[in-house]
């Protein structure tokens, strides 16, 4: 009966889809099919896995010659078999979930979001509830960062580091379009440390290439980034060479070793005679070299400085509780993460700081706290910026988890202000930053993650005609 009712329901699809004309629609009835139809598929995905999970345990794949159930699925879906092995599992997880299987079936959560919640009640069932109403409220990144802190919480973390080191891979490959692909798969703590090492690139080129009017993608960037530095290691000299990396703090171990003549060999500043280098600024009337350096004795060039880059500084942050790493596991209620990147075992931390210690901030949340100082200038201080980076690692705005380029942000004009204040510092992406600068868009009231509205939202902090109580706003 079941299979004839779901036969009745792909005929009358078919039908409909088969007539189905986007141009006849508006543009508000496309987006009202859209959900729709996204609410159709989610339900659709969950009976499929749940019937898939019980497809699986006739055996009747390996009759027809298939090396598993995610083979025989993939084959009769025509999805990849890694698509069909997750679907399976979930459909397993869903038999012994029933509230999550409920809130799948009746099209409340979309295959991916589906997928992640079974993953996390799995490892807490007691989870369930909490990890429902983030589907329902947050973003699909922002729901698998809280299922990530269920499974470290419920983990032997240093076993899960060992199973980590033990599934470690370099995934390449090509595909029909003829384009590179590669997947990383291993531990967070070395991610963060291929980030450092890409991330002055990725600001330097930045630089280069808005001066000559070129405005890349971060995505690009990055990617430029790693094969410049593929092309450094090689001896093929690019946009950066040997001696620019040098300048922008890779390779320290090479110290004073490291070459130091600018590109082109010419010299620059004052009565060099030669080109402006990437590294100084054009001489001031004063006669003083523009990096504010003293032109050295003779009239000759003063000595080279990088600019500063715009953009968060390449570091490494750690929140840990102070009896976390005093007792050198955490237990319930406590933190131990690299922060943006997750949990952590108190080991690597330990790691990190015998190896990067230059490049370690670490925040101790039952020791000390940031406090609400303030100064005078436009830009946030080492430390409101160390401080901004823990608080808020992703765009500030609630659904979007943009964790590079940030820009920080002042509540309150620093124009009119002239000071600059933690508490009344966020950190934005740069497609919400011009949102606000240009349409006028801003944060609710409050901290950390919140709605990001227009100025005719009730919520928007200078929305006129009414007061925070009457509007709803959430309290600060």
Known sequence: MVCGDLGGLEVAFREFASGFDAGLLTPGGAAAVVACCGRIEASVSAVRALAAARAAESGGWEREGYRSAAD?????TGTSAGAARRAITTGRRLAAQPEVAQAALSGALSAEQTEAVADGVAADPGSAGALLAKAEAGSLAELNEEVAAVKAAATDLEERRRELQRRRSLRRWVDRDGALHAHL??????????????DPIRRRLNVLRRQAGVRDSFEALDYDALVLLAKVAAGVEGELGFAELCELGLFPQH???????PPGGGSSGPGGGGALSLFDDPAPPDGRGGNGDAAAPGG?????????????????????????LLRGAPISGEVCELVGYGPIPVSVIEQLAAQDNAFIVGVLTHAERVLSVYHHRRRPNAAQRSGLEFLQPSCAAAGCNVKVGLQYDHRVEWAR?????????????????????RDNWALVDGTGKRPFVPPTD???????????????????
């Open 185 to 198: 798969f291993g531990h967070v703590e070395d991610g963060a440390r291929l980030w450092r090492a890409l």
């Open 255 to 261: 110290g004073e070793h490291c070459p130091s003549t």
């Open 72 to 76: 025989a699925m993939a084959a009769v």
């Open 417 to 437: 202000t002239h000071y600059t204040v933690f508490d009344l510092l966020d950190r934005l992406c740069p497609h919400h930053h011009n949102l606000k600068t």
């Open 300 to 324: 000759g060039p003063p000595a080279r400085r990088v600019k500063k880059l715009a953009g968060s500084p390449a570091k490494i942050i750690v929140r840990v509780d102070l009896d976390t």
């Open 458 to 476: 009730p919520r928007h902090p200078h929305h006129r005609g009414t007061d925070p109580a009457s509007r709803g706003d959430p309290p600060p």
